[in-house]
């Protein structure tokens, strides 16, 4: 069966989009509107206004005696429109004929963690040693189709440009897997740290949106979980990234960017 991802580098193919050559495969950077509806959570959490603020939430959610749970105010549906970008690269198949390393017929959906983008999945090669996953998957025949999770990268190219997206009621956990379903048909899912939570969590809510699973970076144990989240050192995000969180004709820091942390929260 044809996959969504399929259809749509057939698109770019069609529409005459440049495909980039890597050694093994052909690449097309995309924008793909996604449309979702999503089961989130509504927070009162209140969005922290300076540093201290977030310290001493980082702090609070790591206490033993939190109480995070107590600005739960229900759930609510999330339908909205978001464009995703993507990059999808196809393997060159002639340089795979070898048909017991061809994997032509499957796509490997690569979703990153928190503080990174898609560019996870393409490090560079340093001092001879090559980090770079998408190479490697396509060097044994797999095309890949990594994606930047929603606010994060060039996905709805960043909050910047939409003031209207709320980072902490909106940019959640149901609503990344619900974007991954929408751009799913039949594929293997790798994830890497909260991409492989987010890649467990669409299994377990849609059984039928894979083949196959790669979790990396990931522990089925979450009791470390709020430790590594006051660990990962939040800031404001329009005082961390004016670039994205500053609106460039006012110089005024949109409300998107106050919750969010040092790529924590909604990125
Ligand atoms: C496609 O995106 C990659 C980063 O993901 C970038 O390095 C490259 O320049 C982009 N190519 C085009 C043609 O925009
Ligand atoms: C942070 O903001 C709060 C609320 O406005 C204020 O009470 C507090 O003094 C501020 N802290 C710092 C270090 O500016
Ligand atoms: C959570 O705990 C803090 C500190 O004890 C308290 O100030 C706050 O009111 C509590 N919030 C809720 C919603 O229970
Ligand atoms: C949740 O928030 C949405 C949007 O702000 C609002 O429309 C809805 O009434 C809220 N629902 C609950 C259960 O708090
Ligand atoms: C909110 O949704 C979650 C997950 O679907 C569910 O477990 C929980 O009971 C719901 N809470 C409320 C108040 O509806
Ligand atoms: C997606 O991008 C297109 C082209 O730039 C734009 O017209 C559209 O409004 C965007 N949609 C969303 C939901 O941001
Ligand atoms: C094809 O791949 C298999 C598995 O990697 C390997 O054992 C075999 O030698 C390869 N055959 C050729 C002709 O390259
Ligand atoms: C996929 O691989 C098979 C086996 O090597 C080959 O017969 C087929 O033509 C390939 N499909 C494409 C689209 O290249
Ligand atoms: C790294 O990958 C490139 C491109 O696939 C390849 O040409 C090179 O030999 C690789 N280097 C090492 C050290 O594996
Ligand atoms: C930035 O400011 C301009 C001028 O007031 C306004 O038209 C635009 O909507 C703002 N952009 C965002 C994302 O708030
Ligand atoms: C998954 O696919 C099977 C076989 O087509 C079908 O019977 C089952 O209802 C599907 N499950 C879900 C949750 O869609
Ligand atoms: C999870 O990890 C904690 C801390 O290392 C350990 O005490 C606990 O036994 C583990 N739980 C399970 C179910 O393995």
Known sequence: M??????????????????????HAT??????????SASNTNLSLPLPVNQSQVIDFATASASIANNITNYVEGNYTLDATYNISARLCLPTYAANSNSSTNRNDTVQ???????????????????????????????????????????VGLSNPSLRDDATIDPKNEIQTPAHIEVVHQLTNIVIHVGHSYGSILSNGLVAKHPN????????????????????????????????????FINAST?????????????????
């Open 2 to 23: 044809l996959s969504n991802i399929f259809t749509v580098g057939l698109a770019a193919i069609l529409l005459g989009l440049q495909g980039s050559e890597a050694a």
């Open 27 to 36: 690449c097309y950077n995309l924008t793909i509107p996604v449309t979702i």
């Open 109 to 151: 959906f690569l979703i990153h963690g928190i503080g990174f983008d898609k560019s996870y999945w393409d490090l560079p090669c340093i001092n001879g040693v090559n980090y770079s996953y998408t190479e490697a998957a396509l060097a044994g025949g797999y095309a890949t189709f990594g994606i930047d999770r929603l606010g």
């Open 209 to 244: 949106a894979s083949d196959g699973l790669i979790l990396q970076g990931y522990s089925a144990n979450g009791s470390w979980v709020p430790q590594t989240i006051a660990g990962l050192l939040p800031t404001i995000a329009a005082q961390d990234q004016s670039f994205r």
């Open 251 to 267: 110089g005024v820091a949109l409300n998107s960017g106050y919750l969010l942390s040092n790529n924590m929260f909604p990125v």
